[in-house]
């Protein structure tokens, strides 16, 4: 039997430079946060697929989408942590890693044991 299916990791939280919350008004306090899914086998991650990427206000806990912000200064924030700060973790290749080693392995093998 092959347990396999989804799981997610959590995205580091960043604070988000400028802008204000739209619901509580406060300034200064917008950090981006997520979460990225991946596809796993037997809970080892083989591959990644996709991510949520949201922002919380840590005045009021308010959580918003990016189209929900008012501020331009807070939406060029966002969509620069989201383009350039949020990498994939590479241990959510650590399934097709293990099959690519395996199979050098493998065929390897015949070579090794002459
Ligand atoms: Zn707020």
Redesign the pocket.
């Known amino acids: 039997m092959i347990i396999f299916g989804t799981n997610s990791s959590t995205i580091h939280p960043e604070k988000l430079d400028g802008g204000s919350?739209p619901?509580?008004k406060?300034k200064n306090?917008m950090w981006i946060q997520g979460y990225r899914k991946y596809f796993h086998v037997f809970w080892i991650p083989c591959f990644p697929l996709w991510r949520k990427v949201y922002s919380v206000?840590s005045?009021?806990k308010?959580v918003f989408e990016k189209q929900e912000f008012q501020s331009k200064e807070l939406i060029t924030s966002f969509e620069y942590f989201e383009n350039n700060k949020i990498k994939i973790p590479w241990y959510h290749f650590t399934g097709i890693i293990l099959f690519v080693v395996l199979i050098t392995f493998i065929s390897f093998l015949p070579i090794l044991t002459k």
């Open positions: 919350c619901f509580c406060t306090q206000c005045h009021c308010g």
